[in-house]
């Protein structure tokens, strides 16, 4: 069975302030990992995917992750917070076989002036 | 056209009244995902189809019964509801069921049984 872990509920950071929102990932396959954005109301966002090929991986709105296996993670970091990245963020990860997916329990960006 | 259409967005329901929620892609996607989104939780996974057939039932109530009547609609059937079952549902599809790519979402429909 595969499960993803996200470490804190909410992460509170300042305008301008790096963002960094850990995943760590349990799975007896090689794992295909996501990050989604929802704003509130809407629907899921993809924000990156890592599928095995680079390790470090680049997303949209200036997020990148990168995969570690030595440590199991997946963390999603970005150099600088907008106003607007103000979400629930979402790990999630899918197996080769039955490629569903398995969310985290998501994080809740805050963003302060 | 990289969407996928949900309707309606809001609707409100009777535990007697029957319903049904639509989604609708023109991605040529053949797999297409119910989910269910209760407030401040993951989406937790209903029902997947793939090529038009049902091919994964998390062990859903039979108060909810899914449809893909073709390759870019997928229908959820209300019937009976509880108060509980109020959440945002979400529809998503995929090139493939094998493949590894993203899933795109629609926008839900949150749905509010009285």
């Known amino acids: 069975a595969q499960s993803v872990t996200q470490l804190g509920s909410h992460v509170s950071v300042s305008e301008g302030a790096l963002v960094l929102l850990r995943c760590n990932y349990s799975s007896s396959v090689p794992p295909y990992l996501f990050w989604y954005v929802q704003y509130p109301n809407q629907g899921l966002q993809l924000l990156l995917k890592?599928?095995?090929?680079?390790?470090l991986v680049k997303g949209i709105n200036g997020f990148e992750a990168e995969f570690k296996k030595s440590e199991t993670s997946f963390h999603l970091t970005k150099p600088s917070a907008h106003m607007s990245d103000a979400a629930e963020y979402f790990c999630?990860?899918?197996?080769?076989?039955?490629?569903?997916?398995?969310f985290g329990k998501g994080t809740m960006l805050l963003v302060s002036p | 056209d990289t969407e996928v259409t949900q309707t309606p967005k809001h609707l409100v329901m009777g535990m007697t009244n029957k319903k049904s929620l639509k989604c609708e892609q023109h991605?040529?996607?053949?797999?297409m995902y119910w989910y269910k989104q209760k407030a401040k939780k993951p989406p937790e996974l209903m029902f997947v189809y793939s090529y038009e057939k049902l091919s994964i039932n998390e062990s859903v109530p039979s108060r909810f019964s899914p449809e893909c009547p073709n390759s870019s609609l997928l229908n959820l059937h209300l019937h009976a509801l509880q108060p509980e079952d109020s959440a945002l549902y979400l529809c998503a599809s995929r090139v493939g069921l094998a493949n590894t790519g993203e899933l795109f979402f629609g926008e839900g429909s949150r749905l509010t049984v009285l």
């Open positions: 991605m040529g996607h053949r797999a």
């Open positions: 890592y599928t095995s090929a680079a390790t």
């Open positions: 999630a990860v899918s197996d080769r076989e039955y490629s569903t997916l398995t």
